[in-house]
């Protein structure tokens, strides 16, 4: 558990396993809402405006109040023979990575589907051969 898991849990340690019908879980509703009471109403608000709901703001790691913390790719480099991309995620959430050779929009092609988040850091790692020009991720 994370810092804020432990502390959330301590505070409050009937919400730890609890959790709304779109996953986000009550102690970080509660940590990021102090004195929620419609948990299921809080995890789709945007309020900070920048068109993510608490849900995506959870599972990307980003902060629910500051509308300049975005969801954004933390690493892409190469490693010898493979080029690996790292985001910042929540377990629980499931990704998805596109590829393009140029900006196109009708150019995206999926190349993973259903990557599991991990607490910090999620990476998807593919060939440098093979490493496209442009990836797209999107929380599923």
Do not use: K
Not at 13 to 39: C, E, H, I, K, Q
Not at 46 to 65: C, I, L, N, Q
């Amino acid at each position: 558990l994370s810092r804020d898991a432990i502390r959330a849990l301590y505070l409050n340690p009937g919400s730890y396993a609890a959790s709304t019908t779109n996953s986000v879980p009550y102690w970080w509703l509660d940590a990021w809402y102090p004195g929620v009471v419609d948990y299921e109403t809080a995890s789709v608000s945007d309020t900070d405006g920048d068109g993510y709901d608490a849900r995506v703001e959870y599972f990307t790691g980003s902060d629910p109040t500051d509308a300049a913390s975005v969801f954004q790719v933390a690493d892409a480099r190469a490693d010898g023979d493979d080029f690996v991309i790292t985001w910042l995620s929540e377990e629980g959430g499931w990704f998805t990575i596109s590829a393009a050779t140029n900006l196109t929009p009708a150019s995206w092609s999926p190349v993973a589907l259903s990557i599991p988040g991990q607490h910090g850091y999620t990476s998807y790692t593919t060939t440098v051969e093979n490493a496209a020009s442009f990836y797209q991720i999107e929380l599923e």
